[in-house]
């Protein structure tokens, strides 16, 4: 794909694009609040039609104060299957949320959230409301106890702040990916993501690479793709033979604009699997995550800095040779 970045008047040599790609940090400058919409789908084996499915809004705002990074991660308008919700565990997990969101945690350069909440006591006095509001409605044994382990988690500020990295939104909009690529813009990394329900998030390994042309849409990608991992019992079917063998696999790909360098959008797909006898895979479960900047007015117009790796649309530009010899240029621009 051509970029419309590409300007042909900058030079830069392969060594000092490779620098700046492993030196790519937030630019948080004129960084308006930023919208997105994301969408989780479950499914099971190949059907087209989730079987589950969470929608939500989403605004995330970075703010430096005294030289300190600070960024508030809020949720709104949730629907379950397309609807608003109204079972009572839904309107009940609705509720918490609302309390809980918007979060607010330090934020750094590199894109990585800290793990203590700085707005703790807002929380606290949100779910108060919340709480209030459901009682006034409702009235069971049942509520009792979902009152009493929400309190207790949100009450205990340790507690809450760990279980902030059950969300997927969560280990994805902060996993690293400002970092250093080395010469091949490839490296080995871990992702972290609450697979299974009120479990600890799985760690998968695999192999993370940042591509160094950008897109049309203003944005570079970065990719990661996971190594094929044993599937946990908890995935097998009912009734699974003894000897039956499950794998799983995660793939997921970030785009950050290539001005601030902050996110635009995030697509992950995990996948359960089974091997027929000629060794082709046979998908069992899926899961699909979507996060989708909302509107793109604020790119129209912007310029790129000098300082940018994607100043040259990612293309080592060589000057021209006094000797009239042949620059090597497609030899330069292969890695």
Known sequence: M???FIMPEKVLDRKEIQRRLNSIRIKPEGLQPRKYGVS???????????????????IAEVKIEH????????????FF??????????????????SIYPVKVYYNEKGIASKEIINHKEISERWEKEKSAILEKYNSKSLDDFI???????????????SLHND???NLFFHPILMNYGERRSVE???YLPIIPYQSPLRFHG??????????????????????????????????PDDAKYWMSLTVYFDSDVYHHFPMHIRAYFEVYSKDWEGKQVTERKIQFTMYQVGSEEYKGKILGDDSPFITGGLVKLPPNKWGFDNFEKIENDW
Do not use: M
């Open 207 to 240: 192999i993370q690479t940042i591509e160094k042309i950008p897109t049309d849409y203003h944005s570079f990608k970065v990719n990661f793709e996971s190594n094929e991992l044993p599937a946990p019992k908890y995935f097998y079917p009912k009734n699974s």
């Open 67 to 78: 030289g300190i990074g600070a960024i508030s991660i809020n949720k709104e308008e949730v």
């Open 40 to 58: 989780v789908k479950y499914f099971d084996g190949d059907n087209e039609k989730p079987t589950k499915r969470i929608d939500y809004k989403v």
């Open 168 to 170: 997927w939104l969560w």
């Open 2 to 4: 051509k970029s419309q």
């Open 189 to 191: 990394n871990y992702l």
């Open 81 to 98: 299957n397309q609807a608003e919700p109204d079972r009572f565990n839904e309107i009940l997990g609705a509720a918490l949320s609302r």
């Open 148 to 162: 009493q382990i929400a309190e207790e988690k949100l009450q205990n500020k340790d507690r809450l702040e760990k």
